[in-house]
């Protein structure tokens, strides 16, 4: 059984499109996150959601939303893409957003705008 | 600057020998650091976390330890394998885990047969 699964796992598209990406976690875990990975392999978090609500949202342009409609899943829709926005993305969940839990990562998505 | 900084990009080890990773941090107060590990083309796999209260912690051939007055972690992998080649990424953490974890780039370990 995946315990975080994302869809699709490659997403190609030109330049002012716009594309979501699905995240669901079967862990029975309160908190989802997204991160993203860029070229130089470097993760960095980008939306934090407890129970469906957002925490925290890094300083991400907001033609990124995320939208959680029940607590096992969180997805990223992404508006007018940008070169920029090529990268790998990454969902995960963990336990609580009290105190200290490890996360579990779905298996990214491949994201290449041309 | 906030930095995390991993040893070097590259780290070759003989099978059989202890391999330990660094990470560095500056200007930072974590409550709490993990450890992941990271193959082609999948997402980072959990493997160990300590607290700030914590000196050392242990897993079957893996140990970490956390020296807050450095600002350091040490991550061993004892009698090392060809299949503990992966890259490893340190990742800090605050009192509430909604807050993410921020990670550092991550060190490339190759176990040489």
């Known amino acids: 059984d995946t315990a975080v699964s994302q869809t699709p796992k490659y997403l190609v598209t030109q330049m002012g499109n716009d594309k979501s990406i699905k995240c669901e976690q079967n862990?029975?875990?309160?908190?989802m996150y997204w991160y993203k990975q860029d070229s130089k392999k470097f993760l960095k978090i980008m939306f934090s959601?407890?129970?469906?609500?957002?925490?925290i949202n890094e300083t991400v342009p907001n033609r990124f939303s995320p939208k959680s409609p029940d607590k096992a899943h969180l997805n990223l829709h992404i508006n007018s893409l940008e070169l920029g926005d090529s990268a790998v993305y990454f969902c995960?969940?963990?336990?609580?957003?009290?105190?200290?839990?490890?996360?579990?990562f779905g298996p990214g998505t491949r994201l290449t705008v041309t | 600057s906030q930095k995390i900084e991993q040893n070097s990009e590259a780290l070759n080890i003989q099978e059989g020998k202890t391999a330990t990773l660094t990470c560095n941090y500056t200007?930072?107060?974590?409550?709490?650091l993990q450890w992941y590990r990271q193959d082609p083309g999948r997402g980072p796999v959990f493997l160990l976390l300590?607290?700030?209260n914590e000196k050392e912690k242990r897993k079957e051939r893996l140990k970490v330890t956390f020296d807050t007055t450095l600002k350091q972690s040490l991550f061993h992998i004892t009698a090392s394998q060809p299949a503990d080649s992966a890259t490893y990424l340190c990742?800090?953490?605050w009192g509430g885990g909604a807050d993410g974890l921020t990670f550092g780039k991550g060190t490339h370990l190759i176990i040489q047969p």
């Open positions: 300590i607290r700030e």
């Open positions: 862990l029975g875990h309160d908190t």
């Open positions: 995960a969940s963990s336990q609580s957003s009290a105190g200290a839990y490890e996360q579990y």
């Open positions: 959601y407890n129970n469906k609500e957002l925490i």
């Open positions: 990742a800090l953490g």
């Open positions: 200007n930072y107060s974590p409550a709490y």
